[in-house]
């Protein structure tokens, strides 16, 4: 038996608004089997707040405390070292980086999906702080996502584009950085080998967590394409959250 369990969030608890068939009942089983929990996830685009009223509204019972993403990880980091950021994110984070915006002189660069500030304009201007000498510190770098029954790309492309510009590897915080499942470990006070992360990315939620000492179990819903269990053949594979729950939990 786990002592607690990762959840990612977006498709493995719902998809578009709406939990998937059977999460619900799941995270219920969870809880009434006294899990410590978790929702991980890379999401940038709202702060945890807005992510925690958007679980109730769906019907799920969690704590704002029970859901830690990656901006919050990327803010402990920033807070932590004292630093000065240009801040490259969505409308909907500026609320959470309050404190952070619009500083004078930064000497870093915060990256997360910023969906139609990726221009021209805003890219150059952390390109060139980059090569200036500010680390580029990253909310995750995945590829993709999904909504609305399509794929859309992610923050991880223009990660890439401003490595290559700069010459400069990012600090990656969210998933699949394994000090995303330390911190989130940390506060539930329990070691890797005792927790399973459930998640639909092959690369962010199974990769990074095995990476990092965890069981992990990939469910076919959400981002999930087929064969990506290849990609992590030692890892679980679950048709749903449901699924991976009455055989893993």
């Given at each position: 038996?786990?002592?607690?369990?990762?959840?990612?969030?977006?498709?493995?608890?719902?998809?578009?608004?709406?939990p998937?068939?059977?999460a619900?009942?799941a995270?219920?089983?969870?809880?009434?089997?006294?899990?410590?929990?978790?929702?991980?996830?890379?999401?940038?685009?709202?702060?945890?707040?807005a992510?925690?009223?958007?679980?109730t509204?769906?019907?799920?019972?969690v704590?704002?405390a029970?859901?830690?993403?990656?901006?919050?990880?990327?803010?402990?980091h920033?807070q932590?070292?004292?630093?000065?950021?240009?801040?490259?994110?969505?409308?909907?984070?500026?609320?959470?980086?309050?404190?952070?915006?619009?500083?004078?002189?930064?000497n870093?660069?915060?990256?997360?999906?910023a969906?139609?500030?990726?221009?021209?304009?805003?890219?150059?201007?952390?390109?060139?702080?980059?090569?200036?000498?500010?680390?580029?510190?990253?909310?995750?770098d995945?590829?993709?996502f999904?909504s609305?029954?399509?794929?859309?790309?992610?923050?991880?492309?223009?990660v890439?584009?401003?490595?290559?510009?700069?010459?400069?590897?990012?600090?990656?915080?969210?998933?699949?950085?394994?000090?995303?499942?330390?911190?989130?470990?940390d506060?539930?006070g329990?070691?890797?080998?005792?927790?399973?992360?459930?998640?639909?990315?092959?690369?962010a939620d199974?990769?990074?967590?095995l990476?990092a000492?965890?069981r992990?179990?990939?469910?076919?819903?959400g981002?999930?394409?087929?064969?990506?269990?290849?990609?992590?053949?030692?890892?679980?594979?679950?048709?749903?959250?449901?699924?991976?729950?009455?055989r893993?939990?």
């Open positions: 038996m786990f002592q607690a369990v990762l959840l990612d969030i977006s498709g493995v608890l719902y998809e578009d608004d709406h998937l068939p059977g619900l009942q995270v219920r089983t969870l809880q009434a089997k006294g899990y410590p929990l978790r929702l991980v996830t890379n999401t940038s685009r709202q702060g945890s707040a992510i925690h009223w958007q679980l509204a769906m019907g799920f019972t704590q704002p029970q859901i830690f993403s990656a901006p919050q990880a990327v803010l402990r920033v932590a070292h004292g630093l000065r950021p240009y801040c490259l994110i969505h409308p909907g984070l500026e609320e959470e980086f309050a404190g952070l915006l619009d500083q004078p002189e930064p870093a660069v915060v990256l997360g999906d969906e139609m500030r990726f221009d021209y304009a805003h890219l150059d201007r952390a390109f060139q702080l980059l090569i200036d000498g500010a680390p580029l510190i990253c909310m995750g995945n590829r993709y999904r609305q029954g399509a794929l859309h790309l992610d923050a991880g492309p223009f890439r584009a401003l490595e290559y510009a700069a010459g400069k590897p990012a600090l990656v915080l969210g998933k699949p950085s394994a000090a995303f499942f330390a911190s989130a470990l506060d539930l329990v070691s890797a080998e005792d927790s399973l992360m459930i998640g639909d990315d092959v690369v199974i990769q990074g967590a990476a000492g965890l992990a179990c990939l469910v076919q819903t981002k999930y394409r087929a064969g990506d269990e290849l990609n992590a053949p030692s890892a679980w594979l679950a048709a749903d959250l449901a699924d991976a729950v009455a893993y939990c």
